[in-house]
């Protein structure tokens, strides 16, 4: 009997991403999904679905000077509306709940040349309102557990992929165009969009319930990643430790470059041992994912 599936936020890059992923088995998964722009969706009937995947939600949140009303906005939408979807979806039957969280709920990248290694017993300290937005969601979600309603939320470190968002097309970009790159020894976690979907499947294959930390198999250097996209784009680059004391320099302030640099050069990584699960989800290395995208 296939599982039936309802994924919040139409159009999103991860459901777009977790609907394609699932078509490859037909039989097993029947995939919906529905927007949350406007309040129509209340008047959804939720039951007779096995899980809801909700991706609904603002993400890349320019988190500097914004107003009072942009905060309030974020929790609205990033905290309120998750939870109500929860209620809503626990109410008329659904088994499983999946939350997508963030690594951002543990707070910003270490500064360059300072590890950041996040482990079970790490308590989430968001750094700004949009990591809160995410914990307070959490929060209520959880609460909502029983014998007959299981929740799980993923905190996956920065996903990329073909027609992500973020970071990875910036490097992309940067690889493309630039002969001269940062040579720079950092960490950090990262986690491939199609990694991140058979995760997800087997979330929901296994009606799992509790709190996943997701990540692809090998860790990221920022330099190594850049060199790895120009091999994909057949651009060569050469890589310098020339401009690293501006960038130490410029990581130790307090702006907004400071605060690009440590997301770029900083070491942000979960423990190992913490994203291993009971099946096999890496179904790409780091090296195979570059590659797929350049292809």
Request: aromatic letters at 12%; proline letters at 3%; one cysteine or more.
């Amino acid at each position: 009997m296939s599982k039936k599936i309802l994924i919040t936020g139409a159009n999103s890059y991860i459901g777009t991403s977790v609907e394609k992923w699932l078509k490859q088995w037909p039989e097993e998964y029947e995939v919906d999904t529905i927007d949350m722009v406007d309040g129509s969706w209340r008047k959804k009937n939720f039951s007779g679905y096995d899980s809801v995947f909700h991706v609904a939600g603002i993400a890349h949140a320019d988190v500097g000077h914004v107003s009072e009303e942009t905060k309030a906005f974020y929790y609205k939408i990033n905290t309120e509306l998750a939870i109500e979807t929860a209620q809503k979806a626990k109410k008329e039957g659904v088994g499983q709940f999946i939350f997508m969280s963030s690594i951002i709920v543990y707070g910003d990248s270490a500064s360059m040349g300072k590890k950041k290694i996040i482990t079970k017993e790490t308590t989430p300290h968001p750094g700004n309102f949009y990591g809160d937005s995410k914990l307070q969601a959490e929060k209520g979600i959880l609460k909502l557990k029983d014998h007959s309603f299981k929740t799980v939320v993923l905190r996956p470190p920065m996903i990329y992929g073909g027609g992500s968002k973020g970071n990875y097309p910036l490097l992309v970009k940067i690889a493309k165009k630039s002969p001269v790159f940062p040579k720079i020894q950092n960490e950090r976690s990262m986690l491939y969009i199609k990694n991140l979907c058979e995760f997800v499947r087997l979330m929901i294959q296994n009606q799992e319930d509790g709190i996943f930390f997701p990540q692809n198999r090998e860790y990221v250097q920022t330099s190594q990643m850049v060199k790895l996209i120009g091999v994909a784009y057949k651009k060569r680059i050469y890589f310098t430790q020339l401009f690293n004391p501006i960038l130490r320099l410029l990581g130790k302030t307090s702006g907004k470059a400071g605060g690009m640099v440590n997301k770029a050069f900083g070491n942000l990584v979960y423990e190992r041992m913490l994203s291993d699960y009971k099946e096999d989800y890496r179904v790409y290395s780091l090296e195979e994912s570059i590659r797929e995208m350049g292809s």
